[in-house]
Nanobody
Framework: QVQLVESGGGLVQAGDSLRLSCAASGGTFSRYVLGWFRQAPGKEREFVGGISPTSISTRYVDSVKGRFTISRDNAKNTVYLQMNSLQPEATAIYFC?????????????????WGQGTQVTVSS
C-alpha cells in the first residue's frame, strides 16, 4: 500500500511559478510510475504529466508542454511538478498518483494510489 501526500499548492498570480511536491511512503517508490492530475470545479480529472520509475520517460498534456516539468527523487521518495508561467486556467486541485509499471499513462483509472490533492489558484 502506497500513501501519497501532496504539498506546495497556493495562491499565485498569472505568470508566477509554483513547485508541487508529493511524498510517498509504504511501498517501493522506485517501482512506480508517478503521475500528476488536476481537477477544476465542474470538470473531469485531467492528466497533467507522468514520469517513469527511472525518469527516462516523461509525458505531458499538450497544454502544459514547455511550461511544466515533472521530476522525481527516488532517494527521497518524492515526485515534483514545477509549474512556470501559470495562467488562471491552471486553477485546480492537483493530485499525484502512482501505479506499478514502466510507462507513464494518461488514464486516471490506471493509477492505483492517490494523494488527497493540493489546491492551486492562479489569479489574473
Amino acid at each position: 500500500q502506497v500513501q501519497l501526500v501532496e504539498s506546495g499548492g497556493g495562491l499565485v498570480q498569472a505568470g508566477d511559478s509554483l513547485r508541487l511536491s508529493c511524498a510517498a511512503s509504504g511501498g517501493t517508490f522506485s517501482r512506480y510510475v508517478l503521475g500528476w492530475f488536476r481537477q477544476a470545479p465542474g470538470k473531469e480529472r485531467e492528466f497533467v504529466g507522468g514520469i517513469s520509475p527511472t525518469s527516462i520517460s516523461t509525458r505531458y498534456v499538450d497544454s502544459v508542454k514547455g511550461r511544466f516539468t515533472i521530476s522525481r527523487d527516488n532517494a527521497k521518495n518524492t515526485v515534483y511538478l514545477q509549474m512556470n508561467s501559470l495562467q488562471p486556467e491552471a486553477t485546480a486541485i492537483y493530485f499525484c498518483a502512482a501505479r506499478p509499471g514502466t510507462v507513464p499513462v494518461i488514464t486516471a483509472l490506471d493509477y492505483n494510489y492517490w494523494g488527497q490533492g493540493t489546491q492551486v489558484t492562479v489569479s489574473s
